[in-house]
């Protein structure tokens, strides 16, 4: 982004006032380190960044790296509510999506806030390979446009949709896993064939396949498979 506004400054190609500009905190750490990073520039092109291209800059800057802010955690705590109400997949208990989230949306708020256009890349094929997060995403953007009272481009609705895919695919994998179990019983062969009856009426889903043994037969027994 610095070599792209340097080259707009050559030719004087200036941006101009951006929306809420006035809102922009420039007593950070990381705009002072932008103001000597761009004298730096002035000093050796002869080109002068006024506080309108510091501003953009710094927006820049800020929309790519994770920040903290209160209204992102409002925002995705409307989110994630609207999502269980309406598609009944509950993200509330999924830490790793709640945390993708919070480092996502802070860096999407500035992008929305002030209309900076992110490009996506993968947009289609995460519409052709990843339709149910997508059409979660969809539905997350409702309550984004609302918030913001603007329209969600299509390109954040696809980012949005593989962090959705992530907790999906989560879901997906933890039913499929099941296991191989081993009952070592002492009580002889009639104990451990009920025991193995419960267990798998209790917790079939979980469960592959149940193997009985005594305490005799587990020294010579094959573990390779028990999980």
Do not use: W
Not at 16 to 31: A, G, M, V, W, Y
Not at 48 to 60: A, C, G, V
Not at 98 to 127: C, G, S, T
Not at 129 to 140: E, G, P, Q, R, S
Request: charged share 30%; hydrophobic share 35%; proline share 1%.
């Amino acid at each position: 982004i610095l070599y792209i506004t340097l080259d707009r400054l050559k030719r004087e190609h200036y941006v101009e006032s951006l929306d809420e500009q006035q809102n922009i905190d420039r007593n950070t750490p990381e705009f002072h380190m932008l103001e000597e990073i761009t004298d730096n520039i002035e000093k050796d092109y002869s080109v002068i960044f006024h506080k309108e291209e510091l501003d953009y800059l710094y927006l820049h800057l800020m929309s790519k790296q994770t920040t903290k802010g209160e209204s992102t955690h409002i925002v995705i705590g409307e989110e994630v509510s609207n999502l269980v109400d309406e598609t009944m997949f509950d993200f509330y208990s999924d830490l790793e999506v709640q945390m993708l989230l919070k480092q996502h949306m802070a860096k999407m708020d500035i992008r929305i806030r002030y209309h900076i256009f992110l490009k996506n890349p993968m947009l289609q094929e995460i519409k052709d390979h990843h339709f149910t997060a997508y059409t979660i995403a969809t539905m997350a953007s409702t309550v984004l446009k609302n918030h913001y009272k603007t329209d969600i481009p299509e390109e954040e609705t696809g980012y949005l949709a593989l962090i959705f895919s992530i907790g999906l695919e989560c879901r997906e994998s933890e039913k499929k896993q099941k296991f191989h179990i081993l009952i070592v019983c002492t009580s002889g062969k009639g104990s451990s064939q009920l025991l193995k009856y419960e267990y798998m009426h209790r917790f079939r889903e979980y469960i592959d396949t149940i193997h009985t043994c005594d305490m005799i037969e587990l020294k010579n027994y094959d573990l390779q498979d028990i999980d």
